[in-house]
């Protein structure tokens, strides 16, 4: 199975600290997605990274990927307790494949 | 920006009845997905289609499934006879050859 696993399952921080959650897979990937989920809600794409990629920044996530290691981090830094939410990482195998999603980090930010 | 739309939001159904979810995918994209989570559960794929058929599906995707496009822009889960443990948010997404985006989901509540 591709699917993933993050760490930690749980996550509670103060605001304005970061926030790093883990991400590691199981084979070969063609793309990493990180997903933002709010409780009983839909999935939000936040970020995507390539297999040649290493590290990528959007505002304030930042996204890194080692594929000898299988693994993926993504760093939300100044966290808000808005950013309260379940954290996903969705691996592909190759282009047009299906995405398998982890088993998610759920984050508390409180204020 | 493009997005993937799924009606309804929210459907409450008799155990036994037939159930179709609907979705609009992205109108440009090529593969098409559905997934399904379980409350407090992680995302789990159930198919996907391409070229007007189903490329890929899941140990979760019995007899009871089916996935239809019927026009050029829906595509339809159906779930024939449901069953209790049918009960999750169903999403739907569609993708480029690199991102996938989902839907906001359709929670199907079976009693």
């Known amino acids: 199975s591709q699917q993933g696993e993050e760490d930690p399952q749980a996550l509670s921080i103060q605001e304005g600290e970061n926030a790093t959650m883990n991400c590691s897979y199981k084979t070969s990937i063609n793309n990493l997605q990180w997903y933002r989920q709010n409780s009983g809600r839909g999935l939000v794409h936040l970020i995507l990274?390539?297999?040649?990629?290493r590290e990528k920044h959007s505002g304030r996530l930042r996204v890194t990927l080692d594929t000898s290691k299988k693994s993926s981090s993504l760093l939300i830094t100044a966290s808000r307790a808005a950013d309260t939410a379940s954290y996903f990482c969705a691996t592909d195998a190759r282009a047009g494949n299906q995405f398998y999603f982890g088993t998610g980090t759920s984050l508390t930010v409180i204020p | 920006e493009p997005e993937v739309t799924q009606t309804p939001s929210h459907q409450v159904t008799q155990m036994g009845q037939e159930v179709i979810l609907r979705c609009v995918p992205i109108s440009n994209h090529l593969y098409f997905y559905w997934y399904r989570q379980i409350l407090g559960q992680k995302v789990e794929f159930l198919v996907s289609?391409?070229?007007?058929?189903?490329?890929?599906k899941s140990e979760i995707f019995d007899d009871q499934f089916s996935v239809e496009r019927p026009d050029g822009s829906n595509f339809t889960l159906k779930i024939r006879s449901t069953k209790l443990e049918d009960s999750a948010m169903y999403f739907c997404?569609?993708?480029?050859?690199?991102?996938?985006?989902f839907g906001q989901g359709t929670r199907l509540t079976v009693v």
């Open positions: 289609f391409y070229n007007n058929e189903i490329s890929e």
């Open positions: 997404a569609s993708r480029t050859w690199t991102e996938a985006f």
């Open positions: 990274i390539r297999s040649n990629e």
